[in-house]
């Protein structure tokens, strides 16, 4: 499944083949750097149920998170929303050494309207 953005960048998602009970599927972004070459430490994933995006899942690992991390990297975000509302555009990490407590949150959420999704051409025609 490929979606077009506004800024002509393409976010390009990929069935994980990760069906969990109760939870639906999981779509990931194959052009991310544990698809390419890079060590896995942390990835952005959409969860899916019944054609809709239902959830949204930060995957890291645990030496990541030992890195004592505090920086927070973008979200790529589909073109368009089913329901209008604050959609986070960042997922941030955080080590506080005082308390020995890790943070991953959602951040820098932005108002989106409701809009339909634009089609999106198949691979290997005009567009596409």
């Given at each position: 499944?490929?979606?077009?953005?506004?800024?002509?960048?393409?976010?390009?998602?990929?069935?994980?083949?990760?069906?969990?009970?109760?939870?639906?599927?999981?779509?990931?972004?194959?052009?991310g750097p544990e698809f390419n070459g890079v060590p896995f430490t942390r990835t952005w994933i959409y969860?899916?149920?019944?054609?809709?995006?239902?959830?949204?899942?930060?995957?890291?690992?645990?030496?990541?998170?030992?890195?004592?991390?505090?920086?927070?990297?973008?979200?790529?975000?589909?073109?368009?929303?089913?329901?209008?509302?604050?959609?986070?555009?960042?997922?941030?990490?955080?080590?506080?050494?005082?308390?020995?407590?890790?943070?991953?949150?959602?951040?820098?959420?932005?108002?989106?309207?409701?809009?339909?999704?634009?089609?999106?051409?198949?691979?290997?025609?005009?567009?596409?």
């Open positions: 499944m490929r979606f077009s953005t506004a800024k002509s960048a393409t976010v390009v998602v990929a069935l994980a083949s990760a069906v969990a009970p109760a939870m639906g599927n999981h779509l990931i972004d194959p052009t969860g899916t149920y019944d054609g809709r995006i239902t959830f949204y899942e930060e995957m890291v690992t645990r030496a990541f998170l030992l890195e004592k991390h505090s920086e927070c990297f973008d979200i790529k975000s589909p073109p368009a929303v089913a329901v209008r509302g604050y959609y986070p555009t960042a997922t941030c990490y955080g080590y506080d050494p005082e308390t020995g407590e890790y943070t991953v949150s959602l951040s820098r959420f932005m108002l989106r309207e409701a809009s339909p999704a634009e089609p999106v051409p198949p691979e290997g025609t005009a567009g596409g």
